[in-house]
């Protein structure tokens, strides 16, 4: 200790970590929209992208370099700074929440302790909802400033989805934080090592799964940007790469709902740990990236299976049904908590 | 830590202002969140974690949105400024002046040998207890008052039969 190059080295290791990270994340974002893709072509018996790269495998690269590439069209009469802004705004929400989402225990590289996971938050899970409350601005905004009927029919409804279900997503993750007693997401995992939460919480996982689809306006949830009634929704006047923006903040808040959702109720990073030390250290990030992916599947298994709902069922579904659920939940698990202190 | 506080200070003074100088209603709005974010980072360098990360959830992401959401709703675009009243214009300044001042009074009187402590004690455990132990009677008042506005906004919105 006390070396002049210990903060040095301190900041290269955190540097290296968000690279690292940011890497990783990217890439497992653009092959999710691919994977999608294979998905639900296969259940809808058709090959999907097969023609970039063995079975496809290159399409996300090319994708994205067609995505920058193209003329970026600015329709007329936009409301340019805002029009400019939104795109950032959702990309920026997208990618801040993992800064706090941890995938694994420890590894000491060189005498030092290397956490996986950029920063550690004592409300890191108020983090993550903080940060994906605000992502709606990206869509709102985008609807509005278009100057179009369209984008701004998507940009309302959209608006008003995400603060029906975001009140229902906080309540359904209000029982696991009562029963762990911290809004620490390392201190949640810790907790489930004997048993995971979705045994003690199966009513505020349902609840959770379903307010986390509507919250990432998903299919059956994907009013404000259904094809068939709004052209494409908020996004309607956007191209070339601010589309792109759009399109991975989709593809980003998915993975942030599925790791939160392996966080809070699969027991994290926890799973069978064997071998020397190196794997020891690498199985659990292994076994989160796993439960991650089975929610990503699950995902677009939905999305291929379910039919849109209706613009007031959804509403109703949110409000009527969802909520007083979701209180309930709370209720008694506070109860339970209490009587057990007690 | 002292300069941050100093950047996200004057951050959240200018946009004060730009939301009372802005013209169009949306950007009004975002000059708000903009304030509030980074109160929120202020609280954040004096220690209060969850204080900061509430401020974002409740202001800039619950209420804030739903500003955006009937602006939006009323399609609001650019204001045409009235003209300005001779009161105010003579009133204003001065009023003004005064107002300041007596913060300023205040503040120097009561605050001048106090410190912000970072590290000070406020996570949701602290603010609990605080809450129901110390300010119980307040706080169920809150939230009864709270009670009637819902029921008086479900009145006021309901069709009438």
């Not at chain 1, 505020?204 to 052209?231: C, K, M, Q, W």
């Not at chain 1, 699969?266 to 991650?292: E, I, Q, S, T, Y």
């Not at chain 2, 205040?106 to 590290?119: D, E, I, K, V």
Request: hydrophobic share 55%.
């Amino acid at each position: 200790m006390g070396t002049s190059s210990e903060p040095l080295i301190l900041t290269a290791i955190i540097l290296a970590k968000v690279a690292v990270v940011l890497l990783v994340f990217l890439t497992s974002v653009a092959y999710a929209v691919w994977l999608e893709r294979k998905v639900v072509a296969h259940i809808q018996s058709r090959w999907g992208p097969y023609l970039v790269g063995p079975h496809g495998l290159l399409q996300p690269v090319a994708d994205g370099l067609k995505f920058l590439f193209k003329e970026d069209i600015e329709p007329r009469e936009v409301d340019r700074l805002i029009y400019y802004l939104a795109p950032f705004v959702a990309f920026t929400m997208a990618f801040a929440s993992i800064a706090v989402i941890p995938f694994g225990e420890s590894i000491t590289i060189l005498g030092h302790k290397i956490n996986f996971e950029i920063t550690s938050l004592n409300v890191g899970l108020l983090f993550i909802l903080a940060v994906t409350s605000l992502g709606v601005y990206g869509i709102a905004l985008a609807g509005w400033s278009s100057n179009s009927k369209f984008p701004l029919f998507g940009g309302l409804r959209s608006s008003a989805q995400m603060i029906s279900y975001e009140l229902s997503l906080g309540l359904a993750l209000v029982g696991v934080v009562l029963i762990s007693g911290s809004l620490n997401l390392r201190e949640i995992v810790d907790q489930q090592q004997g048993l995971w939460n979705i045994v003690r919480q199966p009513l505020g996982f349902l609840l959770y799964i379903s307010a986390a689809i509507a919250e990432t306006n998903r299919t059956p949830f994907d009013l404000p940007e259904a094809e068939s009634e709004l052209v494409g929704g908020f996004h309607t006047e956007y191209s070339s790469y601010k589309f792109a923006m759009f399109f991975i903040a989709e593809y980003a808040n998915i993975f942030t709902v599925s790791c939160l959702a392996t966080l809070m109720f699969f027991g994290g990073w926890h799973g069978p740990v064997f071998g020397p030390h190196l794997l020891r250290a690498f199985l659990p990030v292994l076994w989160f990236g796993l439960k991650v992916f089975c929610f990503v599947f699950a995902y677009i298994w939905i999305r291929g299976t379910l039919p849109r709902f209706r613009y007031d069922q959804l509403m109703s579904f949110g409000w009527k049904f969802l909520l007083p659920l979701a209180l309930a939940n709370v209720l008694i698990t506070s109860f339970v908590v209490a009587w057990r202190a007690s | 830590m002292l300069p941050l506080f100093y950047i996200f200070g004057a951050v959240a003074i200018l946009a004060a202002l730009s939301v009372v100088l802005q013209q169009t209603p949306v950007y009004s709005a975002l000059s708000l969140i903009v304030v509030l974010c980074s109160l929120a980072v202020v609280y954040l360098l004096l220690g209060a974690e969850f204080l900061a990360v509430i401020q974002v959830i409740v202001y800039a992401g619950a209420i804030m949105v739903l500003f955006v959401l009937v602006i939006m709703l009323l399609n609001a675009r650019r204001e045409t400024p009235a003209d300005r009243s001779r009161m105010a214009r003579w009133l204003g300044f001065p009023l003004l002046i005064a107002f300041f001042g007596q913060i300023l009074f205040a503040t120097w009187r009561h605050f001048s040998g106090l410190h912000a402590t970072p590290q000070m004690a406020a996570g949701p455990k602290s603010i609990g207890e605080l809450l129901f132990r110390n300010y119980a009677l307040p706080f169920e008042l809150t939230s009864v008052l709270i009670l009637v506005a819902i029921l008086g906004a479900v009145i006021l919105a309901k069709k009438q039969v």
